[in-house]
T-cell receptor, first 114, second 114 residues
Framework: EAGVVQSPRYKIIEKKQPVAFWCNPI?????LYWYLQNLGQGPELLIR????????DSQLPKDRFSAERLKGVDSTLKIQPAELGDSAVYLC????????????FGPGTRLTVL | AQSVTQLDSQVPVFEEAPVELRCNYS??????LFWYVQYPNQGLQLLLK????STLVKGINGFEAEFNKSQTSFHLRKPSVHISDTAEYFC????????????WGAGTKLIIKP
């Protein structure tokens, strides 16, 4: 069974440019998460989806970040415009619906903003 | 507010020696506890979890952890480490009755010396 797929794995852009990350969760997983991970820190939740509905986006900086999961399967996270402080690893995870089901993580996208 | 503290940012240990990675949490309610591992250039993977029952939990790759409610700790142990255990280890909790958000520690890098 394929795991969580993310692309691209690495992205280098100049500040003020837009960038998008794509995630395909494990088949059958209703819940999808986007996290941000800075060096030397644990992941920070950006947004959580149950199917196509964003049920927790309280920590998503909505002035520049947006996300969508139109058909309740794959998802895209966008930053526009990117700032230097956005340099980090962006992780996608998925799980079966329910509170304590194991979250399966993708390898992440490492973003460098110059 | 809940928080997770991993007391050591790095733990160097000789191959085949035992290791303990420490995790303490702070919460006004009961929590569910997790340990995740992140191998170099890979996604996070669940090692083990405590939801209820026996306070000694066994996970993958020979790791185990013990939940100590009075000390609010969930330390991770392995009796004999191998080079392949080189990774970053993250402790995380979900407060009961919360919105299911994992609260993460900052991680501990396990460095195996040959």
């Amino acid at each position: 069974e394929a795991g969580v797929v993310q692309s691209p794995r690495y992205k280098i852009i100049e500040k003020k440019q837009p960038v998008a990350f794509w995630c395909n969760p494990i088949s059958g997983h209703n819940t999808l998460y986007w996290y941000l991970q800075n060096l030397g820190q644990g992941p920070e939740l950006l947004i959580r989806y149950e199917n196509e509905e964003a049920v927790d986006d309280s920590q998503l900086p909505k002035d520049r970040f947006s996300a969508e999961r139109l058909k309740g399967v794959d998802s895209t996270l966008k930053i526009q415009p990117a700032e230097l402080g956005d340099s980090a690893v962006y992780l996608c995870a998925s799980s079966l619906q329910g509170t304590y089901n194991e979250q399966f993580f993708g390898p992440g996208t490492r973003l460098t903003v110059l | 507010a809940q928080s997770v503290t991993q007391l050591d940012s790095q733990v160097p240990v000789f191959e085949e020696a035992p290791v303990e990675l420490r995790c303490n949490y702070s919460s006004s309610v009961s929590v569910y506890l997790f340990w995740y591992v992140q191998y170099p250039n890979q996604g996070l993977q669940l090692l083990l979890k405590y939801l209820s029952g026996s306070t000694l939990v066994k996970g993958i790759n020979g790791f185990e952890a013990e939940f100590n409610k009075s000390q609010t700790s969930f330390h991770l142990r392995k009796p004999s480490v191998h080079i392949s255990d080189t990774a970053e280890y993250f402790c995380a909790v979900i407060p009961q009755g919360s919105n299911y958000q994992l609260i993460w520690g900052a991680g501990t890098k396990l460095i195996i010396k040959p």
